[in-house]
C-alpha cells in the first residue's frame, strides 16, 4: 500500500512520529516510511511501553533458557533442606573476589528436639559460573548438564538458595525459572487458540453481517456476561484424574481460551466493518480480486496491528487464568510446574507466616502482567499510525 | 422503550439457557452418572445399594433416557426449586447454599458500589488536574490494581495483617456470630466485617473505571461549551460538575454490565483465600469431591443472579441515559 499523499504530521490532531515538525527533512522521511516504521516510530515514544516490551523479551528468554538458569533440579525433593531461607551469595572471602554459599549444618533445637538444617557459616562453597549441575534437554533438544551458576563440591543436601526452599526442599529459585516457561506458553497457547477462534468468528461477523453477525454478537454477549471463574472451575474439575500433565495442559488451555476470544472477534469484527467501506477495499474489488484476495492482501495488513495490540492485552489475562485455576488446585498438576503451583503452597496463612518467601512467585506474575498491560496500551497507540 | 425492554429481557433469558445448557454439561462431564457415585459414597459408609436398587434409582432420576430429555428433566426440577441432593453432606443442595448465596451476591454489590464511590472522584480528579503528581501516582496505583490478581492482592494482605497488625483478617463475621441466627448484632458485624474484602475486590475494576472516567472527562473538557461555561463566569466547580461529568458518566454507566460478572468471578476466589462463608470455597470442594450436584447447582445460580443483575444495571442505564430509552444507540 503506498501512500503518495500526507499531510503534515502537525495538523493531523496528533504530535509528529519524529524530531522537528518545521525540519522538512523530517517530514520528507515521514512521508516516505512504510507503516511497519511508522508503527515503529510511535510506539518508539512510548516509553512505558518500550521498556514494557524489553521486559518481556526478557522473561521470554527466561522461560527459553529455564533449565540454564535454574540451578538445582526443580523436581527434586529433600527433607532436610525443607524451608530453608533465601541465601544470597557472598561475594567476596577474605578481602579477595570468591563468590560462595554456606554449606548445612544439623542443629537439634534444645526445646522440641527438631533437628533442623541452617546455613553452616564455617563452611564455605565457592559458586562457579557454567557448573554442571542435573542433566536436562536444551530447547527440548539438546542433552546437557551445564547450568549457569552450580556449587563446586558439596553434599547433596548443599545448594544455592537464592529464594529459598518450599517444604519439600525444592529449591524456589529453580522452580520459579521453569514455571516462568510453563505459565507464558500456556498464555501463548491460549492466545492462539483464541486468536484463531476470534479471527473467524469476528471475521464471518464482519465480513458478512446479517443474522450471522447478530448471531455472532449474541453469543459473544451471552459468553461474556458469565462469570467466568466459577464456570472455568467446573469445566477443570471436571477433567479426568488419569489425564497425563500434557493432556491437562491441553485441556486447561482451550478452556481458558473458551472466553477469551470474544473481546479478540470484537476487535477483528470492528475492523472488518471499518475497512469493508474504505476506498482501497472498493478499489480491488473493482479491480476483480478475490475475496481471498482481498481479505489477505489488502485489509489484512491494516488491521494486524489492531490484532496484535489485542492480543497483548489478552495474553496476560490467559496468564492469571491459569494462575488463578493451578492456585485453587483445578488447573494444572503436580508435577507439572507454572506460578499458580508455586502459589498454591502460598495458600495457607500458618505456612505463609513461617516462610514469607513462597509468595515470590507473585513478582513475576505481577511484573509480566503490568508490562504486557503497558506494552498492550503502547502497541494499541501505535497501531494506527496514520490517525 | 419497549422493543429495548423485550429484547433486553429476551436476552436474559437466553443467557440463562446457555449457562443451564453448560452447568448440565459440567455435572454429566465427570466419569460414570450420579447413581455411579452416590453407591460408591455409599459404599465407602459401609451400606450397600442392590443391583434392581440402582436400576430403580437410575429410572427415578431419568438417567436411562437420552440426554436431550435428562436436561429438561433436570431444568425442570431446577425450576421447581428442586436442585437434588448434595452427596458430600446428604442434604437438599438448596439447604446446603443456604445464606452464602446471598453474601456472595452482598460482598459483589458492596465491592460494586465502593469501585464507583472510590472511581468517580478519583476519575474527576485525575482528569481535571491532567499529569499531575496526584493523577501520575493514581495512574500507578490503578495499573499495579489492574496487574496484581485480586487473589494476590488478598494473600498479601492476609500475611501483613497476620505478621504486623496480629489480625487474622479472614471471615465476614466475629466468632460469636458464625453460628449465630439473624440479629442486629450480627448484620452490623457483617457490615464491619465487608470493607475489607468489598476492597481487595474492587481494585481491579476501580483502576479500569478510573482510566476510563479520565478519558471520558477528557474528552469532555475539551469541547466548547466547557468554554463556554467558564466565560459565562460559572464557578469551576460548576462549570465542571454540572454538565461534562454528567455527560462522561453514560459509557461509565455502562460499565457495570461486564464489571458485575467479572466481580462475581473474583469474589469466588478472594473468599477461598480470606475464608469468607460465600459459595466459593463452597464450589471447590464440591468440585474436589465431585459432588456434580451441588457444584453445579452453585454455578447455575451464581450465573442467573449475575445475568439477572446486568438486567438491572441496563435497565437502570435506560433510565439514565435518554438516548437508550429512544431506541438511538
Redesign the interface.
Known amino acids: 500500500m503506498s501512500t503518495t499523499v500526507i499531510e503534515p504530521a502537525s495538523s493531523s490532531g496528533s504530535s509528529p512520529p519524529v524530531g522537528d515538525p518545521g525540519n522538512a527533512a523530517a517530514e520528507a522521511r515521514f512521508a516516505q516510511a512504510t507503516q511497519l516504521q511508522l508503527t515503529w516510530w510511535r510506539f518508539r515514544r512510548h516509553k512505558l511501553a518500550l521498556v514494557s516490551l524489553i521486559i518481556v523479551v526478557l522473561f521470554y528468554l527466561v522461560a527459553a533458557f529455564a533449565d540454564f538458569l535454574a540451578v538445582s533440579d526443580p523436581h527434586a525433593t529433600d527433607a532436610r533442606r525443607s524451608f530453608i531461607p533465601p541465601q544470597g551469595i557472598h561475594l567476596f572471602d577474605e578481602g579477595g573476589f570468591n563468590p560462595h554459599v554456606y554449606g548445612l549444618k544439623g542443629v537439634r533445637d534444645p526445646r522440641t528436639f527438631k533437628l533442623a538444617y541452617t546455613p553452616d557459616p564455617a563452611r564455605k562453597l565457592p559458586v562457579r559460573l557454567f557448573a554442571r549441575g542435573y542433566t536436562y534437554h536444551l530447547f527440548g533438544l539438546f542433552e546437557t548438564d551445564i547450568h549457569l551458576l552450580g556449587l563446586e563440591g558439596g553434599g547433596r543436601s548443599d545448594g544455592i538458595f537464592l529464594l529459598g526452599t518450599d517444604q519439600l526442599g525444592r529449591d524456589l529459585y529453580s522452580r520459579m525459572m521453569v514455571a516462568t516457561r510453563i505459565s507464558l506458553l500456556i498464555g501463548l497457547a491460549g492466545v492462539t487458540v483464541s486468536l484463531f477462534l476470534g479471527v473467524i468468528l469476528g471475521g464471518i461477523s464482519g465480513l458478512y453481517g446479517g443474522w450471522v453477525d447478530t448471531l455472532i454478537q449474541r453469543l459473544i454477549e451471552v459468553l461474556r456476561s458469565i462469570p467466568t471463574i466459577p464456570l472455568w472451575m467446573g469445566l477443570a474439575a471436571a477433567l479426568p484424574n488419569t489425564w497425563s500433565v500434557t493432556q491437562v495442559y491441553l485441556a486447561i488451555t482451550i478452556i481458558i481460551s473458551l472466553i477469551g476470544w470474544t473481546e479478540l472477534a470484537r476487535v477483528v469484527r470492528g475492523r472488518f466493518l471499518a475497512l469493508r467501506e474504505e476506498d482501497f477495499v472498493v478499489a480491488a474489488e473493482l479491480a476483480g480480486a478475490s475475496q481471498m484476495r482481498i481479505i489477505l492482501r489488502h485489509m489484512l495488513p491494516s488491521f494486524a496491528s489492531h490484532v496484535i495490540a489485542a492480543v497483548s492485552l489478552a495474553l496476560p489475562a490467559m496468564i492469571v487464568s491459569e494462575t488463578s485455576l493451578s492456585f485453587l488446585g483445578l488447573g494444572l498438576r503436580p508435577p507439572a510446574i507454572s506460578w499458580g503451583i508455586l502459589l498454591q503452597d502460598a495458600q495457607n496463612i500458618q505456612v505463609l507466616a513461617g516462610a514469607p518467601w513462597l509468595l515470590s512467585a507473585a513478582v513475576p506474575v505481577t511484573v509480566v502482567i503490568l508490562a504486557f498491560n503497558f506494552l498492550g496500551d503502547g502497541l494499541r497507540d501505535a497501531a494506527d499510525p496514520y490517525g | 422503550m419497549l422493543v429495548y425492554l423485550l429484547r433486553r429481557i429476551g436476552?436474559a433469558v437466553?443467557?440463562c439457557v446457555?449457562?443451564s445448557i453448560?452447568?448440565f454439561i459440567?455435572i454429566r462431564?465427570?466419569?460414570g452418572d450420579f447413581v455411579d457415585a452416590y453407591i460408591a459414597s455409599l459404599a465407602a459408609s459401609g451400606s450397600t445399594v442392590s443391583l434392581e436398587q440402582a436400576d430403580a434409582m437410575r429410572r427415578d432420576y431419568g438417567l436411562d433416557q437420552p440426554l436431550p430429555m435428562q436436561y429438561l428433566r433436570w431444568v425442570g426440577r431446577v425450576l421447581e426449586g428442586d436442585f437434588g441432593v448434595s452427596m458430600v453432606w446428604r442434604r437438599p443442595v438448596a439447604e446446603v447454599i443456604g445464606d452464602r448465596l446471598w453474601l456472595t451476591m452482598l460482598v459483589s454489590l458492596a465491592a460494586l458500589f465502593l469501585t464507583w464511590a472510590i472511581a468517580l472522584p478519583i476519575g474527576i480528579y485525575s482528569a481535571v488536574r491532567q499529569y499531575s503528581i496526584a493523577d501520575y501516582i493514581f495512574t500507578t496505583l490503578g495499573?499495579?490494581g489492574?496487574?496484581?490478581?485480586n487473589?494476590?492482592l488478598a494473600?498479601?494482605l492476609?500475611?501483613v495483617g497476620?505478621?504486623y497488625l496480629g489480625l487474622?483478617v479472614?471471615g465476614l463475621f466475629s466468632t460469636e456470630y458464625v453460628q449465630a441466627s439473624w440479629s442486629w448484632g450480627r448484620a452490623w458485624d457483617l457490615a464491619k466485617h465487608l470493607p475489607l474484602p468489598a476492597a481487595v475486590l474492587a481494585l481491579a475494576g476501580t483502576a479500569q473505571l478510573i482510566r476510563i472516567m479520565r478519558a471520558n472527562l477528557l474528552d469532555e473538557l475539551r469541547k466548547p461549551y466547557v468554554v463556554t461555561a467558564r466565560a459565562k463566569g460559572l464557578s469551576e466547580a460548576r462549570a465542571i460538575l454540572k454538565y461534562p461529568v454528567r455527560a462522561a458518566l453514560n459509557p461509565f454507566a455502562s460499565s457495570i454490565?461486564?464489571l458485575f460478572?467479572?466481580l462475581?468471578?473474583?469474589s469466588?476466589?478472594v473468599s477461598?483465600?480470606l475464608g469468607l462463608p460465600t459459595v466459593g470455597p463452597l464450589?471447590?470442594q464440591a468440585?474436589?469431591a465431585?459432588d456434580m450436584f451441588l457444584?453445579?447447582a452453585?454455578?447455575l445460580l451464581?450465573?442467573i443472579m449475575?445475568?439477572i443483575g446486568?438486567l438491572i444495571s441496563d435497565l437502570l442505564l435506560t433510565w439514565i441515559d435518554p438516548r437508550i430509552r429512544l431506541g438511538g444507540r
Do not use: K
Open positions: 436476552l437466553i443467557t446457555f449457562i453448560l452447568t459440567i462431564l465427570p466419569p495499573f499495579i489492574l496487574a496484581v490478581p487473589f494476590l494473600l498479601i492476609m500475611y497476620f505478621r487474622n479472614g454490565a461486564y460478572p467479572y462475581v468471578s473474583g469466588i476466589i477461598l483465600v464450589l471447590l468440585l474436589v465431585q457444584a453445579g452453585i454455578v451464581l450465573g449475575t445475568v446486568t
